[in-house]
């Protein structure tokens, strides 16, 4: 299956400081992508889907000047926390929807996650 | 709007006993469904998805699901569970022929299967 890749796996920071996770894919190009959010033994939150060339687009809540999203190319996007402050702390995923030859029917896959603690 | 509910948060079953996982949705149109499966600390691994055709859909490691429109469900299943297979199992729902939205999900349903 298609392959998304996300780094950091984790990441300690500093509050006040900002953090960069990056989302790539792999073998496949990816107009949009999404980002969320994941509270302990909580669902998903979609925080804001990334579309390739333009803005990001933000779910109601989400603060856009906090977290900054970027799709610069087909296969990747990057979210920035900025000023970050522990209650950011939390699991934040991306995922992409593979699409194109040898890829159908709307399949969204994960990155594997990137663990944020700010301290 | 497009809306998911997994009706169980916990389901435990014996090793080697079938397995349920219920779901249920709401969106207006055809819908496309998917399951999930995330384990500690990892993101989520796409199990299988209906998007059209037959209702009864072959994922990965042996599960299945079935769609049943009139009920609004497609509630995942395995005939014969394995401690391996415990972990938080996602539904997730997409409206059809809708461009590039993202998925809603359920609240998740933590699967453990007993040896």
């Known amino acids: 299956g298609a392959v998304v890749s996300q780094h950091p796996s984790w990441v300690i920071c500093k509050s006040g400081t900002s953090v960069k996770i990056e989302c790539r894919s792999l073998?496949?190009?990816?107009?949009?992508m999404f980002w969320y959010r994941q509270f302990p033994k909580q669902s998903l939150m979609l925080m804001a889907t990334?579309?390739?060339?333009?803005?990001?687009?933000?779910e109601q809540g989400v603060e856009k000047d906090k977290f900054l999203i970027n799709h610069a190319s087909l296969t990747l996007s990057t979210l920035t926390v900025t000023s970050a402050h522990p209650e950011d702390s939390s699991f934040y995923i991306c995922?992409?929807?593979?699409?194109?030859?040898?890829?159908?029917?709307?399949?969204?896959?994960f990155g594997e996650g990137s663990w944020l603690t700010v301290v | 709007a497009q809306s998911v509910a997994q009706p169980e948060d916990q389901v435990n079953v014996a090793e080697g006993n079938p397995l349920t996982v219920k779901c249920t949705y709401s969106?207006?149109?055809?819908?496309?469904l998917f399951w999930y499966v995330q384990y500690p600390n990892r993101g989520l691994q796409f199990l299988l998805k209906?998007?059209?055709?037959?209702?009864l859909v072959k994922g990965s490691y042996g599960f299945e699901a079935e769609f049943n429109k009139s009920q609004t469900s497609f509630h995942l299943k395995k005939p014969s569970a394995l401690v391996s297979d415990s972990a938080l199992y996602f539904c997730?729902?997409?409206?059809?022929?809708?461009?590039?939205?993202?998925?809603?999900f359920g609240k998740g349903t933590r699967l453990s299967v007993i040896a």
């Open positions: 997730a729902v997409s409206r059809a022929n809708s461009g590039n939205t993202p998925l809603v």
């Open positions: 969106v207006s149109g055809n819908p496309y």
């Open positions: 990334s579309n390739e060339g333009s803005k990001a687009t933000y």
């Open positions: 073998d496949f190009q990816a107009t949009t």
């Open positions: 995922s992409a929807r593979a699409g194109g030859q040898g890829y159908s029917g709307n399949t969204i896959y």
């Open positions: 209906y998007i059209t055709g037959d209702n």
